[in-house]
């Protein structure tokens, strides 16, 4: 259905496209396969069978998806890594993934019996799996080197434990005579105790196993004069080498070749790494925005401590203008040194693109802070560029809006306590350290006494801004335009910006102005 009323869901399918010219390395694990092995009575520490039959669905996968270049895999993990190139479902994370999961699995179950023909599968083995992006090849060389010294230590753990309890002693005293030993060590447990060389343990328990493409020179024909002709041709190997040392890579150089050449000098394809942050639709996004070094900034410019209405008062006409200026902003809600502004849920701005609302309302703030200063701080020169930081939230309910202000607003509450008590302190002739254990674990009821008691101060009549932090947000007010010409008033409901200092945790704002967090 074309354009339908519905279509609008589409939008809440979020784009995982991964970035391009990175490597992409798909790693899968068998989940449960502790069990899994145990119930299929698989060898310690190492079963060759259940080796062999990964490293099959490994070539298998090979073989079918030419844009895995290499894979490594040891116990039930494999990575597959794909060029850098691939356009692989467009480099979509979950295609790429979900559909290397279960084409490994679909192997795996399909080829069990050529690896266990005694045995039959007693519960569905299956994977999980993730996509991580490399950009360098050098750095695809060392994921897989680390895998690989993985295998290695875990193995040698292994393989001393393993023979540790088959020698009679408990899985308990295998690990305490196995704690805190280094290689040397386990080595000589495993030659002196067991008469086992580790060196010449099977290479795929010590190294893995990689997959990969083999150039191989193949005699096709022989010509009119009897000389061969030859053909190269790639055929897909399993072995069990060194990955982390340079040899395997010389040999082997086209494996990871980095392409530096532009296609057609053809610019274009740099587009791809805009990375799309759109936020999902029919949610209430919240950019909260904040002041980068705050702290040095208020101690420049001399702000009054613990609360400087003249620098909050700035913030509020810096959050109206925003509100003046972009309509979508239905709430906004400040303390201190930062604010969070409210979208509406159905919010088209900026495309949604995170970033870029984020972008918009820190700079706008900022334009505006450095612009009205004169206006709230005459007798004071702007020392420094003041610069705010931004992020967005989603809140899927309106609920989730109101229980998000509520949490700044307890928040803004707990800290103007706290702090008008500590600089009344530090003000009375206390250091900073002994007003701060002073105020140690005092509750609620305690600092309003000390308040009240010592300096005289009743914390319920200080001024609400300080206590409930500020809102910006429309109210709705009737306007007489003109008469009419039977002399009766014609109205018009007017919108204006207003800042307010109203508790926003109960219920009777939010009752007052229902059109605010109006769920469509
Ligand atoms: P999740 O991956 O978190 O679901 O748990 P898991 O049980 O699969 O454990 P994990 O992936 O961390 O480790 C793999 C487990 O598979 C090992 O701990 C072993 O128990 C088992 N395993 C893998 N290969 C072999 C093998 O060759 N022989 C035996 N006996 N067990 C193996
Ligand atoms: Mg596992």
Redesign the pocket.
């Known amino acids: 259905m074309a354009n339908s009323k519905y279509e609008y869901v589409k939008n809440f399918e979020a784009d995982d496209r991964l970035p391009p010219s990175n490597w992409i390395v798909i790693r899968i694990?068998?989940?449960?396969?502790?069990?899994?092995?145990?119930i299929h009575e698989?060898?310690?520490?190492?079963?060759s069978a259940?080796?062999c039959l990964m490293n099959s669905c490994a070539s298998a996968m090979l073989k079918h998806f030419p844009d895995i270049v290499f894979a490594y895999g040891v116990?039930?993990?494999y990575s597959f890594v794909l060029s850098e190139k691939s356009e692989f479902y467009q480099r979509r994370s979950s295609k790429n993934v979900s559909l290397f999961v279960s084409y490994f699995t679909s192997a795996y179950v399909t080829k069990w019996k050529e690896f266990f023909p005694n045995y039959d599968l007693k519960e569905l083995p299956y994977f999980?799996g993730r996509a991580v992006c490399y950009p360098k090849a050098k750095v695809v060389r060392d994921y897989l080197a680390w895998r690989q010294v993985d295998c290695h230590i875990n193995n040698q753990y292994n393989t001393c434990f393993w023979m540790l309890v088959k020698s009679g002693k408990t899985k308990r005293e295998a690990q305490l005579r196995l704690k805190g030993t280094q290689t040397k060590e386990k080595n000589e447990i495993l030659l002196q105790q067991f008469g086992i060389n580790y060196d010449e343990l099977p290479e795929m328990f010590k190294k893995g196993s990689c997959v990969f493409r083999n150039k191989v020179e193949e005699i096709v024909k022989r010509d009119e004069t009897g000389s061969s002709v030859k053909r190269r041709k790639n055929i897909v190997t399993i072995d069990h080498v060194d990955i982390i040392g340079q040899k395997f890579w010389d040999e082997h150089p086209y494996i990871l070749h980095e392409d530096c050449s532009m296609v057609n000098n053809n610019y274009e394809y740099v587009k791809k790494f805009e990375a799309d942050d759109r936020l999902p639709p029919s949610n209430w996004i919240v950019v909260r925005i904040h002041k980068c070094d705050f702290h040095r900034f208020s101690s420049r410019h001399e702000f009054e401590k613990p609360n400087d209405s003249n620098a909050l008062s700035l913030m509020n006409s810096c959050a109206s203008s925003l509100l003046e200026k972009f309509p979508e902003i239905i709430f906004a809600y400040g303390v201190s040194d930062e604010y969070s502004f409210v979208l509406s849920e159905e919010s088209k701005f900026c495309k949604r693109q995170a970033s870029e609302i984020v972008s918009s309302f820190v700079s706008y703030f900022g334009s505006a802070y450095v612009m009205k200063w004169k206006e709230f701080l005459p007798d004071r020169d702007l020392k420094e560029v003041p610069y705010f930081k931004g992020r967005a939230v989603c809140c899927p309910k309106a609920k989730i809006v109101r229980d998000y202000l509520a949490w700044k607003q307890f928040d803004c509450h707990i800290s103007n306590q706290y702090n008008t008590c500590f600089w009344m302190l530090v003000k009375s002739g206390k250091t900073e350290t002994e007003a701060q254990l002073c105020l140690k674990d005092t509750q609620e009821k305690e600092k309003n006494e000390m308040l009240f008691c010592q300096f005289g101060i009743n914390y319920n009549k200080l001024p609400e801004m300080f206590k409930k932090g500020s809102c910006v947000f429309r109210n709705k007010v009737e306007e007489i335009v003109k008469l009419d010409e039977g002399g009766i008033p014609v109205q018009r409901c007017n919108e204006i910006v207003i800042v307010d200092h109203v508790d926003i945790i109960g219920p009777r704002f939010w009752d007052g102005h229902p059109y605010i967090l109006h769920e469509d």
Not at 29 to 38: A, I, Q
Not at 42 to 47: C, L, M, R, Y
């Open positions: 694990d068998g989940v449960h396969f502790h069990r899994f092995s145990s698989f060898e310690k520490p190492n079963d259940a080796l116990s039930d993990e999980d």
